[in-house]
Nanobody
């Protein structure tokens, strides 16, 4: 079992930065693939980024490449999403998720979810 709690969301202007954090409980955090997803009003929950248990392998959706970075600190049971050069289209509820799969980039592959944190970017 893994419990996830996101933090760091807020309301910012276009071009600003935010860092989202996801604190996980459970002694096996280091073995999970961790991901970030986002859901805008009236839209489906979309994949944003994932990081393998070792932190060596990461992937980002094309729309955030060059602006967002995903990292993890297994000693702190925490995964981060650094978001720079934010755009209004980044506005969404951001969810942290954990997967027992070796690699996972779809919502169905993740079995554990946080409650979400709102990110609002105004122009």
């Amino acid at each position: 079992q893994v419990q996830l709690v996101e933090s760091g969301g807020g309301s910012v202007q276009a071009g600003d930065s935010l860092r989202l954090s996801c604190a996980a409980s459970g002694r096996t955090f280091g073995s999970y693939t961790m991901g970030w997803f986002r859901q805008a009003p009236g839209k489906e929950r979309d994949f944003v980024a994932a990081i393998r248990w070792s932190g060596v392998r990461t992937v980002l959706v094309d729309s955030v490449k060059g602006r967002f970075t995903i990292t993890r600190d297994n000693a702190k049971n925490t995964v981060y999403l650094q978001m720079n050069s934010l755009k209004p289209e980044d506005t969404a509820v951001y969810y942290c998720a954990a997967s027992q799969n070796t690699w996972a980039v779809t919502t169905k592959a993740y079995g554990y979810w946080g409650q979400g944190t709102q990110v609002t970017v105004s122009s």
